[in-house]
T-cell receptor, first 110, second 117 residues
Framework: NAGVTQTPKFRILKIGQSMTLQCAQD?????MYWYRQDPGMGLKLIYY???????DKGEVPNGYNVSRSTTEDFPLRLELAAPSQTSVYFC?????????FGPGTRLTVL | AQKITQTQPGMFVQEKEAVTLDCTYD???????LFWYKQPSSGEMIFLIY??????QNATEGRYSLNFQKARKSANLVISASQLGDSAMYFC??????????????FGAGTRLFVKA
């Protein structure tokens, strides 16, 4: 099992550019999550999904979109990148109480 | 509304001693779960321990135990026999809405633990 994988590991974007952060899990988990972690801070939930075709907003959804067409994949879309979106992004999945995290994507918006 | 508070930005502990990391929470939902995660300097998030709101006993996982005081709304993490490898950031988290693995989870700001040799 690869667990939760995220691509890319690092990315630099210019203001106004768009990109998709990829997340995939091979554990057949129904629940998937996207978090962001700003320097020295805890994680904040952006979006989550309880199954294919079902997504919902977390604490900080503005500026992001998600889709969940399959159980395995949960991409996060940034449409118009802003410097405030500079952060480390973590994807996670769960079946029961433990959330399994991916290694993170470090995004810088300049 | 959900809220998680970790009041200790940093903690020092001598190797082989025990340390308690504080966490208080607020929720109006009678069904919730509490978690602790470890984040080493390498950046990955490592699950440590879970406590359900209806669990009668405090959770334990090896050297980790969760001191759950429901009336005080606290869920402190106790690490026994600290090791140098325990130096990391520790996050307390809470999930409302039952014990089914999903739903919103919020995290505290974290406590950085330094273990001294």
């Amino acid at each position: 099992n690869a667990g939760v994988t995220q691509t890319p590991k690092f990315r630099i974007l210019k203001i106004g550019q768009s990109m998709t952060l990829q997340c995939a899990q091979d554990m057949n988990h129904n629940y998937m999550y996207w978090y962001r972690q700003d320097p020295g801070m805890g994680l904040k939930l952006i979006y989550y999904s309880v199954g294919a075709g079902i997504t919902d907003k977390g604490e900080v959804p503005n500026g992001y979109n998600v889709s969940r067409s399959t159980t395995e994949d949960f991409p996060l879309r940034l449409e118009l990148a802003a410097p405030s979106q500079t952060s480390v992004y973590f994807c996670a999945s769960s079946y029961d109480n433990e959330q399994f995290f991916g290694p993170g994507t470090r995004l810088t918006v300049l | 509304a959900q809220k998680i508070t970790q009041t200790q930005p940093g903690m020092f502990v001598q190797e082989k001693e025990a340390v308690t990391l504080d966490c208080t929470y607020d929720t109006s939902d009678p069904s919730y779960g509490l978690f602790w995660y470890k984040q080493p300097s390498s950046g990955e998030m490592i699950f440590l321990i879970y406590q359900g709101s209806y669990d009668q006993q405090n959770a334990t996982e090896g050297r980790y135990s969760l001191n759950f005081q429901k009336a005080r709304k606290s869920a402190n993490l106790v690490i026994s026999a600290s090791q140098l490898g325990d130096s990391a950031m520790y996050f307390c988290a809470m999930r409302e809405g039952g014990n089914t693995g999903g739903f919103k989870t919020i995290f505290g700001a974290g406590t950085r633990l330094f273990v001294k040799a």
